[in-house]
Every structure is written in C-alpha cells, then in structure tokens.
C-alpha cells in the first residue's frame, strides 16, 4: 500500500478537537506526551494512559499550567495487563463519557537490535505483548464506546520498518507490521454501518529516547521534535482526516 502524505503545514485550531474524548496511550513521553499536549489546547477531552503514574501526572500538569482541561490518567502497565483490566479500563470511560471518539495506540517498546539468531525469546514475547496484543486488547474493549460516538478515528502509530523488513530490526518490525494490518483489518470491519474509522500513521525519525535508543551514534539536532510531528498526530485524529479509513500515512 502507498503510504499518503499529511499535509505538510497542517496546524490545528484551538477548536480542532473540542467535544472529543480521545485516549492516548504511551502519553507519559515522546510523542505521546507531546500528542496530548497539543491535543489539550485543541480543546479535547483527555484519557492519558501510561505505565508509570508520575509521569503522567507530570503530563497532567503541564496540561493544567497551560490552561487546559484536566485529563483523566489511567496508570497501566502493557507488559502486564489483563483482559479484565481493559474491560475495566472501557467500563470507567462508558461511565464517564459513554462514547470515545478518538484512540491513539502510541505506545510501544523498541526491544532487541540484534540478528533473529541472537535474538532474546522473552523480549520478543513482551515486545509484541506491548506493541501489538495491547493494542487489539483496547481496541475489542473499546469499541463499543467507539461505535456512540459520530465520527471515531482509531489511529496504530506504526514505522517505516513495519512496511519493509531490514536486518536486525526483530520483534519490532514484526509488530509494526502486525499493527498495519491490524489497522485494515478493523477498518473493513467498521467500513459498513459504522462511523468508525482505522489507520496506521508513521511518524519517520523524531527526537525521542526510543529512537536514540535504535540509533545511538546519530545526531539528534538533526531530527524534528515531537512537538514538530505532534500536529500530525492532531490531523489524524480530528475530522479532518474524515473519509480516510484502511490507509497509512506518513507524517514526514
Ligand atoms: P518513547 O520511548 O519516547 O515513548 C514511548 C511511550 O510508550 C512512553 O510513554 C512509554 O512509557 C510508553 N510505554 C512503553 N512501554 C509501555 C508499557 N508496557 N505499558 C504502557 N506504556 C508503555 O517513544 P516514542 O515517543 O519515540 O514512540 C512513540 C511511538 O512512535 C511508538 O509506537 C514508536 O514505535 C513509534 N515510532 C517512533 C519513532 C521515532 O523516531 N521516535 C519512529 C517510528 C515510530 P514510559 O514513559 O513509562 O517509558
């Protein structure tokens, strides 16, 4: 599949997001972090999910310092998780919104860069517990809330290693492209009758200690920011990506 672009100057208004209740996971850092950040000027209502509870509070202030709605923050732990703790997790929102319009699967695990034949087995089971079953497992959970609300957009946050394999990427890469199709396959599922719509994004390089983490000798001065990319993680999950559903995207 040819991945579409975003468009290139895209910034949002701070209206952009205002009436929607959109989860973001992984938003204790990086990406995530910056995502939620812009999100809540945009006016959204925010669920914050991550794994260490400090750092989203930490997020949750910087919000509210900035004159933001205060978001709710779910503490939780992908590694470990358990089905009754997403269903538990969509009962807390069913109650307090009755609807989710937006869901933002950010979070995710570098793993291993090493050859398959080196390659630590419970690693790769964590790293596709984290990248690719969480996802699934919040997804089933949640999509009822999905289907109240008028106009929901699923967003998998994937990577150029998850449409092409390269050496030494692993688990990783695997789970990237397990999230890609994951991402089509719901949005055939919600093609009909639903207001529902699925698709992976790939953010490219960004400064963020995941990716100094895979490219430890790289200059980070060269790579944008997530608060560069941060607008297009707002396109996808806005209406103005409405109409887009099973595609992938690239945000650079
Ligand atoms: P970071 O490592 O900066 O942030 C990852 C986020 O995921 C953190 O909030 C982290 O929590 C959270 N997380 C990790 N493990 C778990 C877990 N077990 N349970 C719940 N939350 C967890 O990474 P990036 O911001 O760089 O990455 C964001 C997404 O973008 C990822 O899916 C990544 O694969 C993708 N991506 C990034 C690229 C880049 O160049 N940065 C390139 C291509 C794709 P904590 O704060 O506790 O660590």
């Not at 999910?49 to 310092?65: C, P, T, Y």
């Not at 719901?186 to 009909?192: P, Q, R, V």
Request: hydrophobic fraction near 40%.
């Amino acid at each position: 599949m040819t991945p579409r672009s975003i468009p290139k100057r895209y910034r949002p208004a701070p209206d952009t997001l205002a009436g929607r209740v959109i989860l973001i996971t992984g938003a204790s850092d990086g990406l995530g972090r910056a995502t939620a950040l812009l999100a809540a000027e945009c006016g959204a209502d925010l669920v914050l999910l991550g794994r260490n509870a400090k750092k989203l509070e930490a997020v949750a202030d910087e919000i509210e310092k900035k004159g933001g709605k205060a978001p709710a923050l779910h503490a939780m732990d992908f590694a470990s998780a358990t089905w009754p703790d997403y269903l538990a997790l969509a009962h807390t929102l069913a109650d307090k919104y009755g609807r989710l319009d937006g869901l933002l699967h950010n979070a995710g695990i570098l793993g291993d860069r090493s050859p398959l034949l080196h390659y630590d087995v419970a690693t790769w089971q964590q790293v596709m517990t984290v990248n690719v079953t969480a996802p699934f497992m919040l997804t089933r959970a949640c999509l009822g809330l999905l289907g109240q609300s008028e106009d929901a957009s699923v967003v998998f946050v994937s990577s150029g290693v998850g449409r092409k394999g390269y050496a030494h990427w692993g688990a990783y890469s695997v789970s990237k492209f397990a999230l890609e199709g994951l991402s089509q396959i719901l949005a055939e599922e919600t093609a009909e009758n639903t207001h529902i719509r699925a698709n992976a994004l790939n953010p490219g390089g960004v400064r963020t200690a995941m990716r100094a983490a895979a490219f430890p000798g790289e200059d980070r001065d060269r790579l944008p920011t997530p608060e560069d990319i941060a607008p297009a993680f707002i396109w996808m999950l806005g209406e103005s990506s409405k109409g887009h559903t099973g595609e992938t995207f690239d945000a650079q």
